[in-house]
């Protein structure tokens, strides 16, 4: 065995089960050791940035990393934007970035950067392999990192030599580290913070969003305490819909979120962070909770939450409530005429089949669909984490790989789509169940709104050109056609409803351009 | 004034006539100013893979930076591979990078990264503005930065706060110092080297290959001494085509490159580097001149090549030698029948303005191209320096800003162009006179190349899928579509002939797949 061989079988041996890719003339002998595993997966992406952003989808719904192949600095790079995502959503992942042989990277060839600062921005764990018979050993520890805590990127760099030289055999599988449970003590105060009675929030983010369960335990320390339920603004992965604990997300505009919060006199972080905006604006807070909020810890988000809450509802003797869940709304009314975010909320409730998975993508126009979706049947959000656009129509290949059985749905604001629009080839090539629902609204709506917000309450005819994306209009069909997914535009609620029928019914990548500025 | 309009004036004052932009909501201050400011044009890219490259072709025509704005870390990382190219290129280019408040920052809000060390990544100068009343100053001494010596990428990165803060003035741009001159003792060394007439070669880069009078020079130079003239590999610009010397570069191919090499006793270096190997090969060497060759150097790349081989023309008394220049072919005959690199190199040439330019990422697809190009009419040659696909396109839009009377040619290899394929819409929004070739032969033609230089030499399906971009095919003309580009697919000589000859006679965007899978 050369030394991509035994990586390759090291990380199979670890539970790697797919690796996304984009190779290059570096990454030759790895390609090989691919070629030959006949236990790993291999997904083709047409830039970096789509690789990054699919194995995090991918690993948000599997719960067990993915492996990605990157082509040295630039491919690392281009992949960073949705790295950085996947490090704000603590996602599990390897990278495998190709890098020139140890003797040659002093050559200062023109491919030639400085990968492993790069590789810091967003990872956990970095190491360059230093020789073949080592690198074995390197991909097991890479797979635990990634896979420790609250979970994050392990990065490990592969010189060429060390993939081609002669090696022995794969390393064994490295245990990983059980997040650890809060203490009796922890738990002991926090109940009794909720016994005081005051106005107090709880703050949910992390594992406890993805389990029904736990979910239902914190439904029961609320209804027992009188506490209020919020999650954090963004989120990697919640479970929603009819039959789950109806959860809504703190307010993204700040305004908004500290008229929401102002009432709070305590907040019981549950593997969540104090929230703060998600950016500064000129004369207003970046801590959102109020001055005299005091702040606690359940779980910090390395922590186990979900064992934290059910021995919290024990501690509280709550455990035996009926958890409150919402309630299926059914056959809502056919929406017609103009296409709105509401129609489309509609008609989406209306249409999408159980345990879907929404990758959620749609920002500015996203309210009122999020609003028709309380009621919808059981699904899966996956959201944006990181505030790096251009993650929903990736994110969806890694869902759809993870979960061949269940449709997923893109909800993709026009401006993101655009950044890794490459993701609907990959949906046609590996005939993925997604329907994409471009929300085109020709413009960077959130910056024109963002430049009101600072002041500039008459823009010119630069500023309104810098935020428009109309002339020329982009024709959504046309480019998914171009990489091979059939669809379609729709410019009323009708021809909206009557083309998600459509894609609902059949299996397969499909992409409907929902014209919000017809 | 806002630190944002002081920073914008002085950009101008300095020098700075463009800003291409994807900006965010960190960069509204900055967006406003440039709003009202009438001496800077600003041209959004809908990927800031686009900006970066489209700064990068900017300068490279115009000989000034251009200035980029950029969202964040992950707006910086989405431009990163393209800054690559520019780093390697030594392309002038001022970033400017949209960050969080000062205050704000340390709240660790979704966006914050560490903006400055993946910045260190690509640039010659970092910093981050303190304040409102210091950022001008920081701009201009940007500006200087990315223009002094060789040439580089400065990053301004600009906090929330420093824009909107009150400031006082713009600041007074800051003189550039001048290359240094290579002195009379480097001349006297390397006339002397020459005069021994061993078998020299004379290895271009860098200022001189813009110039045509300073390539009449070492042209003057090789007549007079015997000595053989060769360009690096990858060059940022190339003045090409009838009426000008004949350039060759060292070979891609590490085989051809050592064989073209091996005579050579000395190797003089004129703004270049000693030759080495794109990649590591099993048993190639890294350094391609042979280990008996002496290099010498007459030019380093920050120093003034040009003012160097007119002072050694000099020397030698030479200067009064005719230059060699290519001569023109007339009416090449109309290539019939399969569509084929050398046919498109045959109409291209035969239907060529003068004095286009052509951004070349060819690759895999390229030689038959270059090889008609050679007596085409006279043509400035653009290509991938730092070997970051995803160069062409958007590298288009920068040359067609700079140089609006003159015709723009995409030569586009079909994977490479899936990367920026963003750059599209740019081409039909500023209605750029653009056309793009995109040469599509369905996969990443160098990689089946490179699997069997390494020894894959019997592919399975994995690899060949990894390495195929059939299955879906990409249908161009439908992606162009998309992004309002007018084109059309050619699978024949004759078509793409017809095709060329449409796209030569208007002006505009315009894209022809040339179907060589066909």
């Known amino acids: 065995m050369n030394g991509a ?52 989808g991918y690993a948000r719904m599997a719960g067990t990393p993915a492996a990605t192949l990157l082509h040295l600095g630039p491919g690392l790079a281009n992949a960073g934007a949705n790295l950085h995502n996947a490090m704000r959503a603590a996602t599990p992942m390897v990278n495998i970035v190709g890098d020139h042989a140890t003797y040659h990277r002093h050559l200062d060839a023109p491919l030639t950067s400085d990968i492993e600062g790069l590789a810091r921005t967003w990872s956990v764990w970095v190491k360059s392999a230093r020789d073949a018979a080592s690198v074995a050993g390197d991909a097991a520890e890479a797979v635990r990192r990634a896979q420790e805590g609250a979970g994050g990127i392990a990065t490990l760099i592969l010189p060429a030599d060390t993939a081609w030289n002669p090696a022995q055999e794969p390393a064994p599988p490295q245990a990983v580290a059980r997040r650890p449970v809060p203490g009796p003590e922890r738990i002991d105060t926090i109940a009794a913070v909720l016994r005081r009675g005051e106005p107090t929030l709880l703050l949910l983010h992390g594992d406890v969003l993805s389990d029904p369960s736990a979910l239902d335990n914190i439904d029961r320390i609320a209804q027992g305490t009188g506490a209020e339920l919020l999650t954090e603004t963004s989120n990697a992965r919640v479970e929603r819909g009819a039959g789950r604990v109806g959860l809504d997300p703190v307010p993204y505009p700040v305004d908004d979120a500290v008229r929401r919060l102002k009432h709070f006199k305590r907040c019981i972080l549950i593997g969540s962070r104090p929230p703060v905006g998600f950016f500064a604006y000129p004369g207003k807070p970046g801590k959102l909770l109020p001055d005299d909020c005091q702040v606690h810890v359940l779980a910090h988000p390395d922590e186990d939450g979900r064992a934290a809450v059910a021995t919290l509802a024990a501690a509280l003797g709550v455990e035996g409530k009926t958890p409150r869940h919402v309630t299926a709304e059914k056959a809502r009314p056919l929406p017609k005429g103009k296409l709105t975010s509401a129609a489309i909320g509609a008609s989406l409730a209306n249409r999408l089949p159980a345990d879907a998975i929404i990758c959620d993508e749609a920002l500015t126009t996203g309210g009122p669909i999020h609003a028709a979706l309380r009621t919808a049947p059981a699904f899966t959000q996956l959201r944006l984490t990181g505030g790096a656009i251009g993650i929903g129509l990736p994110l969806a290949i890694g869902a759809a790989v993870a979960c061949p059985e269940r449709k997923v749905v893109v909800l993709q604001a026009d401006g993101s789509g655009m950044y890794t629009n490459q993701a609907l080839w990959t949906h046609a090539r590996e005939k993925l169940d997604i329907v994409t629902i471009v929300l085109s609204n020709r413009s960077y709506a959130i910056l024109r709104h963002e430049l009101s917000n600072v002041g500039v309450v008459n823009p010119g005819p630069k500023a309104l050109a810098m935020t428009s994306l109309g002339d020329p209009d982009i024709d959504w069909p046309s480019l998914a056609k171009g990489m091979g997914v059939p669809g379609g535009a729709a410019k009323t609620a009708e021809e909206f409803d009557a083309l ?14 929902a014209d919000l500025a017809a």
């Open 5 to 56: 061989e035994t990586l390759v079988q090291t990380l199979v041996d670890s539970g790697v089960k797919v690796c996304f890719a984009n190779p290059g003339t570096s990454e030759m002998h790895f390609l090989g050791a691919l070629d030959s595993n006949p236990d790993i997966r291999c997904i083709l992406c047409l830039f970096e940035g789509v690789v990054s952003a699919a194995a995090d």
């Open 500 to 513: 998600l029928a459509k894609a609902m019914a059949q299996r397969g990548p499909f992409l409907i351009e």
